[in-house]
């Protein structure tokens, strides 16, 4: 979205604010203008994509989505306070350990906390909150979509940092900086409080054990407190200390105290599936390092040290033949060699096995106009662009080839679009901002 739409939505804001109403428990609050859940839903599903795509895409076992979507939408939304939003639940590709929600219903787990989760009671406390989070409207209060947009363009510029000059992109490693970022979707300490309770109520109101929310957070203390770097994300989006984790109890004990003895805490469903993803987590931890020795090489312009990396990813991709991470890192590295046919090969197999991640068709996009292929490279930069609508990178690319090609008005549009979603210091920006003053000076920058 535009700034200038942005800046129209805040300014207007001002006149808007009075009371809206918590859903959960009929209580009024401060806000910027009440949202409708239409407008809540489709705030959620427009920057969904972006998210998902900052964050290594979408984690390719669809049994696995399909077992954890039923506990997340059945049994745990469906049964809330606000059961009529249309809820969607996605797995993302990062070993980041992190789980989120946007607003309207948009729920998010990574693969990086699925691995350390010891049982399903776990995995439903831990979605119940985030579903709180949303029934409780915590994260449309204030500035909502504005804030949202800025969550990513934040993200981007992230991103952007590691793609060593915009006018020849090597390469990112998104999936391992990816959601650590999503700061500013901060919550404060009563909403998560609040979260926690509700957390409890749908997990038990979908026939889990309450008392193994306290497990999964004094989890995540243990990790902290050990210095896995993986959850400083999730706590920074949710702040967690031993208090918090005590009123869990105290609130299971005072709200549920008839609940009923046995109630769920695993499936033997549930615990193979978690086996195969602590698996596929020690080969991605071998990908992660092979894509920071990759971004390393890159930095040092050391092409030796590309070899061990791609041993290593080639290892993965024969580990797991269904991902395209790994090729999408195999074809980073023939790019990285100026071996754009090379790299153009792996990001075909790469788009082969999932046609809906941003990287794969950025990369091809790149290597195919390295190789003078401008037509397929702008179908892939437009693909890419409809993958992540809020990157500035293939509009600035897109920018480029309307130029080569002749056409100004086209890629004045793009320039301006690749402005828009750059923050204004970023290189990315700089230079579209130059390409932009030159065309309209007359003459190619
Ligand atoms: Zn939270």
Known sequence: MPRAIIAAILSLAVFLTGCCTDPVNGESYFCFGEVSDQEEAAMGAEYAPSFI????????????????????????????HRPDLPWEFHILNTSQINAFALPGGQVFVTRGLLSKLENEAQFAHLMGHEVGHVTHRHSVRGQGRAAIFSVLVGLVSV??????????PHLITPAVAGVGQLTILKFSRDQELQSDRRGVDY???????PLEGKKTFELFLSLKGGGESMIEGLMSTHPLDSARIDQIDKYVAKAHPDRPNGLAVNSTQFGGLLASVRNAQTIYEKHDEAMA??????????????????????????????HAAFSIGLGAIALT???????????????????????????????????????????????????????????????????????PADATTWYQRAMERSPAESSIHTKAKEKLEALQAGSPA
């Not at 997990?203 to 054990?209: I, R």
């Open 337 to 407: 060699r100026n071996d754009n046919t090379g790299a153009e090969r792996h990001f075909d197999k790469a788009i082969s096995l999932q046609p809906n991640l941003f990287m794969g068709s950025l990369y091809r996009g790149v290597a195919r106009e390295n190789l003078q292929r401008l037509g397929p490279a702008k179908q892939d930069f437009e693909r890419a662009h409809s993958i992540h609508n809020a990157h500035p990178l293939p509009c600035y690319l897109m920018g480029k080839i309307a130029e080569t090609e002749n056409r």
């Open 53 to 80: 795509a900052e964050s290594g895409g979408i984690y390719p076992d669809p049994a696995l989505h399909s077992y954890l979507n039923e506990i997340v939408i059945d049994k745990l939304a469906k049964r809330s």
């Open 293 to 322: 020795m990759v971004a390393q090489a890159q930095k040092d312009n050391n092409l030796g040290a590309l070899d061990t990396a791609e041993t290593m990813l080639r290892q993965c991709a024969n580990e797991l033949p269904g």
């Open 203 to 209: 997990a038990v109101a979908a026939g889990y054990d």
């Open 159 to 168: 991103a952007e940092e590691q793609l060593l000059d915009p006018e020849t």
